[in-house]
């Protein structure tokens, strides 16, 4: 496949279908730059080449015409001497040089055509591949919060599963709390009404037993300062 051939193609390829079929188009789009990279190198060559030619046939063409002009300058010269003769012969070279002068111009500009056609294949070249970097900066910035959301969507699964088990253990401990309150209340219920009188009776007898060892300290210390 010639290069120009493999740049039509380049360029004639829906980007965004293969992106579309990637599975990890920032790969893809890393791998297809690589790719045009490469082509672009050969297409640098290749203009280089062509734009050569179109200056080697820019200058025999310009040759000829200067040869041309020698001629019939020659010619006027051989004329103004009175030399007819040798007139006729610059002019018969002169007639030669326009022959081809008339195929040197139809080389040059088929390759000044060539030429400008490749230049502006480049040209598109370089300015798709700039598009195409400006494109993988903001695809890859796309893809990388593509991958957080993804990530978060997973936290917020497994938050949402915590929040249904912290709510069940919620229960579980309101289960729990009824359970000893109703225990509590069968405990009650099942000791009986109390009986208040023994603790009445032990807070008098309490009181006297205080007041006893209050007057025989009293007496003890009367008896030591007698």
């Known amino acids: ?15 965004n279908a293969l992106l579309d079929k990637a599975e990890n188009p920032e790969k893809m789009i890393d791998q297809y730059l690589r790719n045009l990279n490469s082509d672009l190198g050969k297409v640098k060559a290749e203009t280089a080449s062509v734009m050569a030619q179109e200056q080697r046939s820019k200058r025999e063409w310009d040759a000829c015409r200067d040869d041309m002009e020698k001629m019939e300058r020659y010619a006027i010269k051989a004329l103004e001497a009175g030399n007819e ?48 970097e400006a494109r993988r900066n903001m695809l890859k910035a796309k893809w990388s919060v593509a ?20 709510s069940a253990f919620g229960r579980m401990e309101d289960k729990v709390n009824r359970a000893l309150d109703e225990a509590n209340a069968m405990a009650e219920l099942n000791a009986g009404p109390k009986d208040d009188i023994e ?28």
Do not use: C, P, W
């Open 1 to 15: 496949m010639s290069i120009i051939a493999r740049f039509r193609d380049i360029m004639s390829s829906n980007i």
């Open 199 to 226: 603790d009445l009776t032990a807070k008098y007898d309490q009181q006297s037993k205080n007041v006893d060892n209050e007057l025989e300290a009293l007496k003890a210390r009367l008896k030591n300062n007698n």
């Open 147 to 166: 991958k957080t959301q993804e990530r978060m969507n997973k936290l917020g699964d497994s938050a949402t599963r915590a929040g249904g088990s912290i």
């Open 85 to 132: 003769d040798d007139a006729r012969k610059f002019l018969e070279r002169k007639r030669t040089f326009e022959t081809t002068f008339s195929e040197l111009e139809a080389s040059y500009q088929l390759a000044r055509t060539n030429s400008l056609q490749m230049k502006q294949m480049h040209d598109k070249l370089v300015s798709d591949i700039g598009e195409l």
